[in-house]
């Protein structure tokens, strides 16, 4: 049996309480984790708040930057056993975890070294009416100590997304990761003491939310900011904690995301493109579209097809590198999952493929698999049309104009991506603009660059990350201005 423990102040910490770590494919209990209680939340906060005070408070840009590539370097030093723990923490495929998670994690500290060591200030030389004249610059200082709170679906990618930036601009961190998915922050507390980060740079407790490390964390007075991805419920509870001492937020919530598909598409691409927005990582990716629309002249030809790639992936063993779908999270989220599946039969759905659960003789059958599914038919004010499922399921429905596409995918109180598939370069533009969401793709979908503007609209959060984003908000700017 595994332990996995928490990191405060550079050191590896048990605690009274532990929780089971249960592996997803088999459902059988992998590892026990230490949950922080609030006098190890106030430790670790107390560590990072040291830290600042200490030779990480002194770092000038270039040695943060040098030691985010180290850090960097350690993860990549370490390839394996991050793919590993990914793997461990989730149930995704390996080769899903050795092709996005664990590179995207070295990613992140490059891209937001890079982006801190050419970064420039805005500057205006002013002159009044009355004839005076002065410089104004800005410049940026740390925030002090972040809370980083994120979920278990790509559980080291999101948590890097943020402590990177947190770190090139000079902050220390406490991080709560997911209860669901403990590994992969754990091991990252050793990258960072292979690489050489100072004591109470990096914090990591580990728990759950309400009354545990997530809560202690948020409500702490000396956290000086929170940034969270997860839930929008969550991410309302958190706002209400928070509200008492006035910190600055970022949240990256859930989403209910639409994809437009028109007639004139390259059809193949399209179909690819939607199967991946539709089944990876078992469609538990906040971006993952779960309502399709498709102009009615390609729609049986494109439910069929469509249908025809449900049905060819290879389910089976996160560890079997031809494994193309493995299990959801946990059994209560299966549980949700296949709640909606029986609300979209009660709600008139006519099934495509899929809606339960698949056969294995194997210990796979004790793991937390559902079928990966398709549906028609359903009204667009269907509840399993509207709510977020986060599961490998779309319902598709037909559509007759732009007009009608654009209305229908912009009908909804989340805003978090969509997708556009059509070869109309104009229309691409066109329609791309009228989204009401924070992140278009056309053509495409999740192609990422580090650099843009990452975030939602409406119940899908609050702010962007991303490039400069990421920078302003992981930072104070203080204007400066010089009587000339
Ligand atoms: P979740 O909201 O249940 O949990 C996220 C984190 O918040 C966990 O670490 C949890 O322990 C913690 N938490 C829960 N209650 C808390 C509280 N009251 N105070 C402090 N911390 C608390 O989310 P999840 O189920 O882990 O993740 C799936 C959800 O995340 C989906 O809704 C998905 O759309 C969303 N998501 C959004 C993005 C994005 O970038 N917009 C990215 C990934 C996931
Ligand atoms: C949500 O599940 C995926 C979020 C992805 C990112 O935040 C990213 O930076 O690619």
Known sequence: ???????????????????????????????????????????????????????????????????????????????????????????????????????????NFRVFADLIKTAGMESFHTETPDGKSALNYAVRKPLGVVGIITPWNLPLLLLTWKVAPALACGNAVVVKPSEETPGTATLLAEAMQQAGVPDGVYNLVHGFGPNSAGEFLTRHPDVNAVTFTGESQTGAAIMRTVAASVKPVSFELGGKNAAIVFADCEFEDAVNGIAQAVFLNTGQVCLCAERVYVERPIFERFVEALKGKAESLRIGSPLDVATEMGPLISAQHREKVLSYYRLAQEEGATTITGGGVPHFESSLGNGFYVQPTIYTGLAESARSVKEEIFGPVCHIAPFESEEEAVQMANDTKYGLAASIWTSNLRRGHRVAQQMNVGITWVNCWFLRDLRTPFGGVGLSGIGREGGMHSLNFYSELNNICIRL
Request: some cysteine; hydrophobic content about 45%.
């Open 1 to 107: 049996m595994k332990f996995i423990q928490n990191y405060i102040d550079g050191k590896f910490v048990e605690s009274a309480r532990q929780f089971a770590h249960v592996n997803p494919a088999d459902g059988s209990v992998v590892a026990q984790v230490s949950e922080a209680d609030s006098s190890m939340v106030d430790a670790a906060v107390l560590s990072a708040r040291k830290s600042l005070r200490r030779d990480w408070g002194r770092f000038g840009v270039r040695e943060r930057v040098a030691l985010l590539h180290k850090v960097a370097d350690a993860i990549e030093s370490r390839f394996d056993c991050f793919v590993a723990a990914e793997v461990a923490d989730t149930g995704k495929p390996i080769s899903l975890a050795s092709k996005l998670d664990v590179p995207r994690a070295a990613a």
